[in-house]
């Protein structure tokens, strides 16, 4: 079966300073992975997508940037966080393909700036 | 206009109440159709998921599609407390990688 993890769980770090969340997913191959932002009260906002290893997709500018170095590995950066920054991060993947009929969620890192 | 469009609620029913969760959304081309649980500090769950029109059952959840009115439902039979949580909905197309989501609705469940 497959599992995706993201780490860390929760992460407090001051304004200025850099980012590092990781997603890996395990049991599947060529998935495509996705960054998303969830405000509280608000509701999923796609950050990056990326149907293959080095093809990153990004829908909101900002000052994140995302890297996919493995096949199942997804990585969400910043040089300098902002305060706008906090948030809870999920990492997401679906099967690979024209079909994308499911989507599955890691747990979440919950990301406070200060 | 928003893609998917989700009351949020709040929603409180007793126990053992009949749930109804709703989204309609504008995009024609969307085929697939998926709904989540998001227990509080947690990942949405995948609940279930439909193609095209229709219903499908999972235990105590319905999920019922209507092509013709860009309208999908969730039905949850015998709410027990651990129901309790935000509901999204979602749904993509054959066309593209994204998938759309719901704003969620709030649903607590009263012993």
């Known amino acids: 079966s497959q599992t995706i993890h993201q780490w860390p769980a929760t992460l407090v770090q001051p304004v200025g300073s850099p980012l590092s969340l990781e997603c890996t997913v395990e049991?599947?191959?060529?998935?495509?992975l996705y960054w998303y932002r969830q405000a509280a009260g608000r509701g999923l906002q796609l950050l990056f997508y990326s149907v293959g290893i080095g093809q990153i997709s990004s829908e909101v500018p900002q000052n994140l940037s995302a890297s996919r170095p493995q096949d199942r590995q997804f990585i969400l950066s910043s040089k300098k966080l902002l305060l706008s920054d906090s948030g809870f991060y999920l990492c997401?993947?679906?099967?690979?393909?024209?079909?994308?009929?499911?989507?599955?969620f890691g747990p979440g890192t919950r990301l406070l700036v200060l | 206009q928003k893609e998917v469009e989700q009351d949020p609620g709040p929603l409180s029913v007793p126990e053992g109440a009949i749930v109804s969760l709703n989204c309609t959304y504008s995009?024609?081309?969307?085929?697939?159709f998926m709904w989540y649980r998001q227990y509080s500090r947690k990942g949405p769950e995948l609940l279930m998921y439909?193609?095209?029109?229709g219903n499908k059952e999972d235990g105590r959840f319905t999920a019922q599609v209507d092509k013709s009115s860009k309208y999908i439902s969730l039905f949850i039979r015998d709410s027990q407390p651990s129901d309790s949580a935000t509901y999204l909905c979602a749904m993509s197309s054959n066309t593209g990688n994204q998938f759309y989501f719901g704003t969620g609705t709030s649903l607590t469940v009263i012993p």
């Open positions: 995009n024609s081309a969307f085929q697939y």
């Open positions: 439909t193609y095209s029109s």
């Open positions: 997401a993947w679906s099967p690979g393909g024209v079909n994308q009929e499911t989507q599955y």
């Open positions: 049991g599947t191959s060529n998935p495509n």
